[in-house]
């Protein structure tokens, strides 16, 4: 099978052109295009765009700027004219509305005047910024005039002070001459009067106060209710996050029009400059807000979407509505749009937190910035895999022809090296983006149509004595693109059918939808399945009084995925939010990995990190390669002892990286096995026979092997297999076999050396290490310890801004020559160091 590639994954015609340029002079203009493009906005430069611009910038002298401005029609959302010389006297009228001018040097502008230049376009209320180190026809300041210095008085000798009788005395004749008047009474009213001259100062303090006061109160409470908003969104709950959107949108404006009413007295005395940061965090809470509008506009389209591809109606939609294309392409709009405003946001943020400026000068305020900064970081990245699985879905699901897909069902319980045991399947077919035909298949009764004799892999001949090799044990290659082309080869041998591609899903994947879907209440059982007892059920359900030929496991699995089915697709119960996350959580730990037939598809899947490929990274991204040293490792464990172990094993892993002064690298892999299970009767555990994959760099080598306190043999070939034993499996392959037994513990240590060592030069030397998280594996605690030499050193932030690791989990703990990682080994753990001299 050799398709085309399909111009349904073409993306050119949803691309929106964000800013235009139009200048006299490339050079000075391409730090303003750098600028622009690094937050993710398109830029054409002296063209027409083919959609309108939202930004107009127009940099030239004042002859230039003023033709343009003339002559083009107001269009355009926002325009901002930067004239380098004139005083721009001339463009009197034009800084009206969304037009902003700027008056600089004819010299292009440094990175740091390009940034004030954008953070006064886009959160200053003034019109004109002049940014001139010497501006045309500045004249000398006048001189002060001379002030009159008036000689100071002698003072006399002063009046002796009176006598406590005479001052009674006196008062008393006041008194009696003038009845009405009363020493005491003057000194109340004395009293009275600067009270209140202290109470009208006061006033006037509040007065000048409120409008800060008000600010204050609207930017917090602003900033609360877009945080419940997020947190409302991410629990599938649109319309609180609405609501939450909504206030927080109502105070925004409020900090806005209370920052102008306190700004002015600032903007009167020439002092504007000083609320620049406070602009900027009205700025920042507004394009949090339009992007938490866009992004419940775009859970409303998708839910939209999801009724109609997926629905009772079927990929055709009601009778006048959108082609599901037509919706798939607006649906991207509103992806990218959701992509540029957060990301405009998480911008200003970033800026904020790097300068220290109002608010995150605090230190709680800084605190609460960079969880925010995080939030914001993994909301973009959920964008982006949207944007990805739009990409691909109009290929997957069928718009330009029928397309069939093998879906396996791996059963983590009884793990095996991608994801799990293959106790059902299904063929799936979709036209048009609705799912046509849904088939669970029993994998025993498939095993049972084929002809012919096919070797298996010597573990599998000799471990599960297993004289042939099946569809079931078809996933025996860590690499899913290995193991997904063997399953789709079988199907075909034994029914006959060739499919368009393999889907592969864990146990682990159906416990989080049903998270999403919520309790099921199954049809055919009387019981309700829920994503706490899933597993156990499952068990239950497909175990008990088995046997092959049966249907209790295609019954069970088939009931369980059309009842899923049909919760996701009637739109009820299911929020697009919490089901979309599942998805994305599937992906990233490849409790989903897909292989599909097309190579071009195929291509992009690879390129998303959905193939299960080993390895999953190349390695050294961006660095120079001779100064970088990578250093993977995947572990693929399978369970041999034909029983559900896996469902109760506990297991903690460390490794051990040691540098020496040559820049050689010695490893240790220690794996910690806890078997709480007792085996039938009791429970569906037992003993645990486990043969691990080691997938190592080509040049490992000095490979050993200990399993408690003993050291294990090397397999030869032709020799019997002894469990514990390790065997070489291929280049950079090694498999090791071990007991557990039920209520016991066990340690694995696998010792190797690199070939290859870090070279340094003159910035040094980088060593990036990675581990690739194995699918149907959750419950993996993973601790990684690097030392190197006392005299090496690491960049302030290496194991922080240099380090590649999922958000949130930067839990690095640095001591002296040593490095530690701690974190469960939810994805893959990515670490990149450079060390110096």
Same mark, same amino acid.
């Given at each position: 099978m050799s398709p085309a590639a399909s111009p349904l994954i073409d993306d050119t015609n949803v691309e929106i052109v964000r800013a235009r340029i139009d200048t006299e002079d490339h050079e000075f203009a391409a730090p303003i295009r750098e600028f622009l493009e690094e937050f993710g906005c398109q830029v054409v430069v002296n063209g027409t765009p083919r959609s309108p611009?939202?930004?107009?910038?127009?940099?030239?002298?004042?002859?230039?700027?003023?033709?343009l401005l003339e002559n083009e029609a107001p269009a355009i959302a926002k325009?901002?004219?930067?004239?380098?010389?004139?005083?721009g006297q001339e463009l009197t009228g034009y800084e009206r509305g969304e037009t902003k001018i700027v008056l600089t040097d004819p010299k292009p502008p440094a990175p740091a005047l390009v940034t004030d230049i954008f953070s006064f376009f886009f959160t200053s209320a003034a019109a004109v910024l002049d940014l001139r180190t010497r501006p045309p026809g500045a004249v000398t300041?006048?001189?002060?005039?001379?002030?009159?210095?008036?000689?100071p008085r002698r003072d006399l000798p002063p009046a002796p002070l009176l006598p406590e009788e005479d001052k009674k005395r006196i008062q008393s004749m006041i008194a009696v001459l003038f009845p009405g008047a009363d020493i005491k009474k003057k000194e109340k009213h004395k009293k009275r009067k600067y009270a209140g001259r202290v109470a009208a100062a006061a006033l006037i303090v509040a007065v000048l106060a409120a409008p800060f006061m008000w600010y204050a109160a609207a930017v917090t409470l602003a900033g609360l209710s877009f945080v419940s908003a997020a947190k409302f969104l991410e629990q599938g709950k649109p319309n609180p996050a609405s609501w939450a959107t909504v206030l927080g949108q109502t105070f925004t404006r409020q900090s806005r029009t209370a920052l102008a009413i306190a700004g002015s007295p600032f903007q009167l005395a020439g002092l504007g400059n000083r609320l620049r940061s406070w602009e900027r965090l009205v700025s920042f809470l507004s394009d949090v807000g339009a992007g938490q509008e866009e992004l419940l506009t775009l859970t409303g389209d998708a839910n939209a979407l999801a009724l109609v591809l997926l629905g009772s109606q079927g990929g055709s939609g009601s009778v006048g509505s959108p082609p599901p294309a037509v919706r798939l392409a607006a649906l991207r709009r509103s992806v990218s749009a959701a992509a540029n405003r957060l990301g405009l946001a998480q911008a200003q943020l970033d800026q904020m937190l790097s300068e220290q400026s109002f608010p995150f000068s605090w230190v709680g305020a800084r605190s609460f910035g960079q969880r925010a900064a995080a939030s914001l970081?993994?909301?973009?990245?959920?964008?982006?895999?949207?944007?990805?699985?739009?990409?691909?879905?109009?290929?997957?699901?069928?718009?330009?022809?029928?397309? %069939?897909?093998?879906?396996?069902?791996?059963?983590?319980?009884?793990?095996? &090296?991608?994801?799990?045991?293959?106790?059902?399947?299904?063929?799936?077919?979709?036209?048009?983006?609705?799912?046509?035909?849904? %088939?669970? #298949?029993?994998?025993?009764?498939?095993?049972?149509?084929?002809?012919?004799?096919?070797?298996?892999?010597?573990?599998?001949?000799?471990?599960?004595?297993?004289?042939?090799?099946?569809?079931?044990?078809?996933?025996?290659?860590?690499?899913?693109?290995?193991?997904?082309?063997? $399953?789709?080869?079988?199907?075909? +041998?034994?029914?006959?059918?060739?499919?368009?591609?393999?889907?592969?899903?864990?146990?682990?994947?159906?416990?989080?939808?049903?998270?999403?879907?919520? &309790?099921?209440?199954?049809?055919?059982?009387?019981?309700?399945?829920?994503?706490?007892?899933?597993?156990?059920?499952?068990?239950?359900?497909?175990?008990?009084?088995?046997?092959?030929?049966?249907? #209790?496991?295609?019954?069970?699995?088939?009931?369980?995925?059309?009842?899923?089915?049909?919760?996701?697709?009637?739109?009820?119960?299911?929020?697009?939010?919490?089901?979309?996350?599942?998805?994305?959580?599937?992906?990233?730990?490849?409790?989903?990995?897909?292989?599909?037939?097309?190579?071009?598809?195929?291509?992009?899947?690879e390129h998303f990190g959905w193939s299960g490929r080993v390895f999953a990274k190349d390695g050294c991204a961006g660095q120079v390669l001779q100064y970088c040293l990578f250093d993977?490792?995947?572990?693929?464990?399978?369970? @041999?002892?034909?029983? +559900?172990?896996?469902?109760?094993?506990?297991?903690?892993?460390?490794?051990?990286?040691?540098?020496?002064?040559?820049?050689?690298?010695?490893? *240790? =892999?220690?794996?910690?096995?806890?078997?709480?299970?007792?085996?039938?009767?009791?429970?569906?555990?037992?003993? !645990?026979?486990?043969?691990?994959?080691?997938?190592?760099?080509?040049?490992? $080598?000095?490979?050993?092997?200990?399993?408690?306190?003993?050291? =294990?043999?090397?397999?030869?070939?032709?020799?019997?297999?002894?469990?514990?034993?390790?065997?070489?499996?291929?280049?950079?392959?090694?498999? @090791?076999?071990?007991?557990?037994?039920?209520?016991?513990?066990?340690?694995?240590?696998? /010792?190797?050396?690199?070939?290859?060592?870090?070279?340094?030069?003159?910035?040094?030397?980088? !060593?990036?290490?990675?581990?690739?998280?194995?699918?149907?594996? %959750?419950?993996? *605690?993973?601790? %990684?310890?690097?030392?190197?030499?006392?005299?090496?050193?690491?960049?302030?932030?290496?194991?922080?801004?240099?380090?590649?690791?999922?958000?949130?989990? #930067?839990? /690095?703990?640095?001591?002296?020559?040593?490095?530690?990682?701690?974190?469960?080994?939810?994805?893959?753990?990515?670490?990149?160091?450079? /060390?110096?001299?």
């Open positions: 611009a939202v930004y107009h910038v127009i940099c030239g002298g004042r002859d230039f700027v003023k033709e325009r901002l004219a930067i004239i380098w010389n004139g005083n300041a006048p001189q002060p005039l001379p002030v009159l210095i008036e000689e970081s993994r909301v973009r990245q959920q964008i982006t895999l949207a944007d990805e699985l739009l990409t691909v879905y109009p290929a997957l699901a069928g718009f330009d022809r029928r397309k %069939t897909y093998l879906l396996l069902f791996q059963n983590s319980a009884e793990l095996r &090296p991608t994801g799990g045991f293959i106790g059902s399947i299904a063929a799936v077919s979709a036209e048009n983006g609705t799912v046509v035909d849904l %088939t669970v #298949q029993d994998v025993y009764g498939v095993d049972g149509q084929l002809k012919g004799h096919v070797d298996p892999p010597q573990p599998v001949r000799e471990l599960l004595a297993q004289e042939h090799w099946y569809l079931r044990d078809s996933n025996w290659d860590p690499d899913f693109r290995v193991s997904g082309a063997a $399953a789709a080869w079988f199907y075909e +041998k034994e029914t006959g059918t060739s499919v368009d591609g393999v889907v592969a899903i864990t146990t682990g994947l159906v416990s989080d939808l049903l998270r999403a879907t919520g &309790p099921l209440d199954l049809p055919d059982y009387p019981d309700r399945i829920t994503a706490d007892n899933f597993l156990g059920k499952a068990i239950f359900y497909t175990q008990s009084d088995f046997f092959p030929g049966s249907t #209790q496991k295609k019954d069970f699995l088939g009931t369980v995925t059309r009842t899923m089915l049909t919760a996701v697709t009637s739109g009820k119960r299911v929020e697009s939010p919490l089901l979309f996350s599942a998805i994305a959580r599937g992906l990233a730990s490849r409790d989903i990995q897909l292989f599909i037939t097309d190579s071009t598809l195929q291509a992009l899947i993977p490792l995947a572990i693929a464990e399978a369970n @041999v002892s034909v029983n +559900k172990a896996n469902a109760f094993i506990k297991r903690s892993r460390m490794r051990q990286v040691v540098l020496g002064e040559d820049g050689k690298v010695a490893e *240790t =892999v220690t794996i910690s096995y806890t078997n709480p299970s007792r085996g039938p009767p009791q429970d569906a555990g037992g003993s !645990y026979r486990a043969y691990l994959q080691f997938l190592l760099p080509s040049d490992a $080598a000095d490979v050993s092997v200990t399993v408690g306190a003993s050291a =294990v043999p090397e397999r030869r070939a032709r020799q019997a297999a002894a469990v514990p034993y390790w065997e070489s499996a291929g280049v950079g392959r090694i498999g @090791v076999a071990v007991d557990v037994p039920p209520g016991g513990q066990m340690t694995v240590s696998f /010792f190797w050396r690199r070939g290859t060592g870090l070279v340094f030069g003159r910035d040094g030397g980088v !060593y990036e290490l990675f581990d690739q998280k194995q699918a149907g594996i %959750t419950d993996d *605690t993973f601790r %990684t310890i690097i030392r190197y030499p006392i005299f090496w050193q690491t960049l302030p932030d290496a194991h922080e801004g240099n380090t590649i690791l999922p958000a949130g989990r #930067q839990a /690095f703990l640095a001591k002296e020559a040593q490095l530690e990682y701690n974190t469960p080994l939810s994805g893959d753990a990515h670490i990149r160091i450079r /060390f110096t001299k």
